[in-house]
């Protein structure tokens, strides 16, 4: 089947301080997040790219076979294509190189936060992914979510509805 592009807003540059709610799928779907060890490893990659690519990464959400993320750029230059680009070839290279074949795949999905639309809500969704998975009874039960930018606890805090 030939590779299909996902459509991206036209007229918008996705460049400079946005908000963006982006989502990779493993290859062929395999649950390949289910343990601390390989989750550490593309968070490490993870948190490399964002540094080096001036994004802020609100929250994160590792399922069995995706990657939910909420990142914010940091810089007039900060451009989601080039930091999609790195992130993803820098933790399929350690991924092949610790557990062989293919990590993601092709392309990604992304939703650019209008004005309007809250973080704190996008947050919200993303880490009660798991919940409406079936994979904990609460959001704080989850151990492959958080935020590279405040602890668990602040990120729980913002997202909670008693606030």
Same mark, same amino acid.
């Given at each position: 089947m030939p590779f299909k592009p996902v459509p991206r807003l036209r007229g918008f540059d996705y460049c400079g301080p946005h908000r963006y709610f982006v989502t990779f799928c493993t290859h062929?779907?395999?649950p390949y997040f289910q343990s601390g060890d390989a989750v550490s490893l593309i968070a490490a990659q993870l948190l490399r790219t964002a540094t080096d690519h001036a994004f802020a990464v609100i929250a994160y959400c590792y399922m +069995?076979?995706?990657?939910h993320l909420l990142v914010e750029g940091c810089a007039v230059d900060a451009t989601l294509?080039?930091?999609v680009r790195s992130f993803k070839q820098r933790s399929?290279?350690?991924w092949k190189q610790r557990a062989g074949g293919?990590?993601?795949q092709r392309s990604y999905y992304d939703h650019v936060l209008r004005d309007d639309e809250s973080t704190r809500d996008?947050?919200?969704y993303i880490l009660e992914n798991p919940l409406r998975a079936g994979l904990a009874a609460r959001v704080?039960?989850? +151990?492959y979510l958080g935020s590279m930018t405040?602890?668990?606890g602040d990120l729980l805090l913002s997202v909670s509805d008693d606030r």
């Open positions: 062929a779907r395999q +069995p076979d995706h990657l294509a080039q930091f399929a290279f350690h293919t990590l993601w996008v947050a919200r704080e039960d989850y +151990p405040m602890s668990i």
